[in-house]
């Protein structure tokens, strides 16, 4: 090997080692090699006192869709997808059905409120929209239920660190009514 191309060789090493060192402390320091991951907004913090697993039993009120009764009812939350979410799992047993759904709720800093998007075993795709005043967290939408089509809402109301009282309630058009109402106790540990 000639002298020129070993002093090539030697220089371009040089300046490899070079641009790697640079490369990595830029990266420890977190300059544009590093990647600032974005943070959960401040506001999903206002629904932590829905987070863990609740039970209750359900007063059904009759409707046009569901005649009266009492059922059983369970729901699970949990922030989800690295605090971006809170997740929803639901179960519902009457004599007269079963119901279970997921929600995903998350903060939307562009409308400056809450949005969920609701998936049930009735084969629903529901978005709500929603707001917390205090200890009252309150959803609404514009449903589509087997063909019907109505407004719900649905609020969350904290009674204490182990109870919240739940009411969902319809309007077919006749103003806002009463189709669900539980107190659900936070089961211990949760």
Do not use: C
Request: hydrophobic fraction near 40%; glycine fraction near 10%; charged fraction near 25%.
């Amino acid at each position: 090997m000639n002298r020129k191309t070993w002093m090539a060789g030697a220089i371009a090493g040089a300046l490899l080692v070079g641009v790697v060192a640079v490369a990595q402390d830029k990266k420890k320091e977190g300059g544009a090699a590093a990647m600032t991951m974005p943070k959960p907004a401040p506001e999903l913090q206002k629904l932590a006192f829905l987070v863990g697993k609740w039970s209750g039993e359900e007063t059904h009120f009759a409707t046009e869709m569901m005649p009266a009764g009492k059922g059983q009812g369970t729901f699970e939350t949990s922030f989800d997808l690295d605090g971006f979410f809170v997740h929803f799992q639901i179960h519902s047993k009457t004599d007269a059905m079963t119901y279970a759904a997921h929600g995903l709720l998350t903060w939307d800093a562009k409308t400056s409120q809450y949005s969920e998007w609701w998936f049930d075993n009735f084969g629903t795709v529901t978005q709500y929209i929603g707001t917390v005043d205090g200890d009252k967290f309150v959803m609404t939408a514009d449903v589509d239920y087997m063909g019907k089509k109505t407004k719900e809402r649905v609020t969350f109301t904290k009674v204490s660190a182990t109870q919240l009282k739940f009411v969902l309630e319809g309007d077919a058009g006749k103003g806002f009514q009463k189709e669900i109402e539980t107190t659900y106790t936070k089961q211990a540990g949760t």
